[in-house]
């Protein structure tokens, strides 16, 4: 079971420390269904070198849009050899012809019910060429093959999943076209998803769902059953879900230390473009002070590049985050992945410049802009990492906060995310990883919002 690298994993201008966060889940979740007497090896190439020189009689490779070429290039390999290949994941879904001259079988959509029929056929020598899935439903899965992780070489090896998908439909989303046909948002059972948790050492989680509060119900059972369990987690949601009845106090009771929101853009106009119905007429900096009061750090994400952004946009963006005390951005460049309306929409207008998929990566762009220049574009999402992450920037960003604890925290979060980029290649290349995080679980601990002497107008001498 392979995991390429993405082609950016690879490149000069990207953090290593970025791409040795989380373990291939999705990998270990199909390997539960194979035999105990299957032998195994999952490989991750962010984190180690493949062995290609391993004879085995079936291959899975996952596939994402910036590692679609490499995967390739593996699947051709392996067929060589006399493997049996299986190519899936997000892009195999959303161009399945272009994914079949390198594969025995694909897979298209999520794999929970593909993979046991898969490997049922197999076995009887009934092998077909292309597996759809047929079947939304993650409530009897096996517990996640975990022993195949090789958990020193991630920061992260807690990451869990237990839902898939998302109620909402955002025109630029890459995951419409791997639910499309069925369910967009389904979760696991309860008892199975606290079993997990139990199972795993130490205390820091990371849910990798793409929305974690998106199902209420399933939501509080979960909260309720981690409290008492001394977990500090983490996760995302959206704006709606943090402004919408009282949830996001029981995630941060259970242990929510930092969340990722889809601010996305600032423009009423954009959010209309996009489809990003949830985040209309929503104050964002209400839900910004509610997470902050809780003492949950905030990863805001913003896209670049839609149709009404101008020349400022991008300042606008970085000015705001820092005054709303944001601990960290993450910025992207708008990019039209195919199986989604907004690759449809702009083919349909020829503002698709190529489908070379290693620049498909939200860093690049890919298509015709409207109003900025390519160039404006690059240039302005360049600038804005480079502000935010200034150590000004984190400075200021973090005298917004009423508490001094949270404000040395935002700072320690933020500039040793960002500002310690020889120390992370260092663990990295010593294969110590997974000794950094004791630190990430103290940084993450929880602030005394009820202390008043922890109080002061600005814990930090104020910046004009």
């Not at 067929?79 to 897979?107: N, Q, W």
């Not at 120390?423 to 290349?429: D, G, Q, R, S, T």
């Not at 993450?444 to 109080?455: D, F, G, I, P, R």
Request: with cysteine; charged share 25%; hydrophobic share 35%.
């Amino acid at each position: 079971m392979i995991l390429p690298a993405l082609t950016e994993a690879k490149s000069p201008y990207w953090r290593p420390i970025k791409y040795s966060l989380f373990p291939p889940l999705g990998l270990a979740t199909l390997a539960a269904y194979c035999s105990p007497d299957d032998e195994i090896d999952l490989q991750d190439e962010h984190v180690e070198e493949l062995n290609v020189n391993d004879e085995p009689d079936l291959v899975i490779i996952q596939v994402y849009i910036t590692n679609a070429f490499r995967a390739y290039a593996l699947a051709d390999h392996y067929r060589k050899t006399g493997a049996y290949v299986c190519l899936g994941g997000l892009h195999v879904s959303s161009l399945p012809d272009e994914a079949m001259p390198h594969a025995d079988s694909i897979f298209i959509g999520p794999g929970e019910d593909i993979f046991p029929r898969f490997l049922a056929d197999y076995k009887n020598k009934a092998v077909r060429s292309i597996y759809i899935n047929e079947e939304r439903n993650i409530s009897h899965i096996p517990p996640i093959r975990r022993d195949l992780i090789k958990r020193n070489l991630y920061l992260v090896p807690n990451s869990i999943v237990v839902s898939r998908g998302c109620p909402h439909h955002c025109d630029f989303c890459y995951k419409d076209a791997f639910f499309e046909g069925g369910k967009s948002f389904y979760t696991q059972r309860v008892d199975a998803a606290l079993s997990e948790i139990d199972r795993l050492p130490g205390r820091h989680l990371y849910f990798l769902d793409d929305h974690l509060l998106g199902n209420q119900k399933f939501a509080t059972s979960l909260f309720e059953g981690m409290k008492g369990m001394n977990r500090v987690f983490q996760g995302a949601s959206t704006l709606d879900a943090v402004l919408r009845g009282d949830l996001i106090e029981k995630a941060a009771a259970a242990g929510l230390r930092s969340v990722f929101i889809g601010f996305e853009t600032l423009s009423d106009g954009n959010l209309k473009q996009s489809n990003k119905k949830q985040n209309l007429d929503k104050n964002y900096e209400e839900a910004i002070r509610r997470l902050h009061s809780l003492g949950v750090m905030i990863n805001g994400s913003f896209v670049f590049g839609l149709d009404d952004d101008d020349k400022d946009v991008f300042k606008r963006t970085v000015d705001w985050g820092v005054k709303n005390g944001l601990t960290t951005s993450t910025y992207h460049i708008l990019t039209p992945y195919p199986g989604t309306r907004l690759y449809k929409t702009m083919k349909d207008q020829g503002r698709i410049l190529h489908d070379k998929w290693d620049l498909y990566d939200t860093r690049h762009v890919v298509y015709k802009t409207h109003s900025l220049s390519p160039d404006e574009l690059k240039a302005g999402y360049d600038w804005a990492y480079r502000s935010f992450y200034s150590w000004m920037n984190i400075w200021k960003a973090s005298s917004q906060h009423d508490k001094l604890k949270h404000a040395i925290k935002h700072f320690a979060y933020a500039g040793g995310w960002k500002k310690f980029e020889p120390l992370w290649n260092f663990m990295i290349k010593t294969r110590g990883l997974n000794k950094m995080l004791p630190l990430l679980e103290t940084i993450l601990s929880k602030v005394n919002t009820n202390n008043k002497k922890n109080e002061r107008p600005s814990p930090f001498p104020a910046i004009a």
